[in-house]
């Protein structure tokens, strides 16, 4: 499967082309612990879910317990698509983003937030919170950030200053992980 993505703004986007190669539950022991996006199959051949990650082996085996809060197991998925990525956890975290805004799997559907301000209407995901969040906390400005996401700066400077319920519920659970 081939994803060409875009994500950015008129003056300065971003295109990426991602190759994803296709593993089977009983295939993840045969993957590398590297960074990657991934998106999970159900047998019935729907998308699940849609994840990243720095460590693409322990995280599939962490999913695939049923202890892991996701209704993702050895019983339910039928295969996995991933791509390996070599870049910074904020750029992954974009990526994620988008496929989850373009795909909406069933187990990312409790990560949107609406926002319905002036003249912006979208959706922001609780990926590209955190991916927000991290950016600020490492010294970018909310324009900045706005820039490199895409996201209207207002619908930025909420995420900083933490001005919703939805953002500061995101945000415990960002820093309980």
């Not at 999913?63 to 956890?89: A, E, Q």
């Not at 992954?92 to 989850?100: A, F, G, K, T, Y």
């Not at 930025?156 to 945000?171: A, D, G, I, T, Y």
Request: net charge positive.
């Amino acid at each position: 499967m081939i994803e060409n993505l875009v994500y950015g703004n008129e003056k300065d986007s971003t295109h990426i082309t991602l190759h994803f190669k296709r593993v089977y539950v009983d295939e993840v022991n045969t993957l590398d612990n590297r960074s990657a996006v991934y998106l999970v199959y159900s047998k019935d051949n729907e998308l699940m879910y849609v994840g990243e990650t720095s460590t693409l082996k322990t995280r599939l085996y962490v999913h695939l317990t049923p202890s892991s809060g996701l209704d993702i197991s050895r019983d339910t998925v039928g295969y996995i698509d991933y791509c390996y990525l070599s870049m910074d956890k904020y750029e992954r975290h974009i990526i994620e983003s988008l496929l989850v805004m373009k795909y909406r799997p069933a187990l990312n559907a409790e990560d949107v937030y609406t926002t319905n301000k002036g003249n912006h209407r979208g959706k922001v995901t609780k990926v590209q919170f955190c991916t927000v969040r991290d950016m600020s906390e490492s010294g970018m400005s909310r324009k900045e950030v706005s820039e490199k996401t895409g996201i209207p700066y207002s619908t930025v400077s909420n995420m900083s200053r933490l001005q919703n319920k939805k953002f500061q519920l995101w945000e415990q659970e960002r820093k309980s992980s």
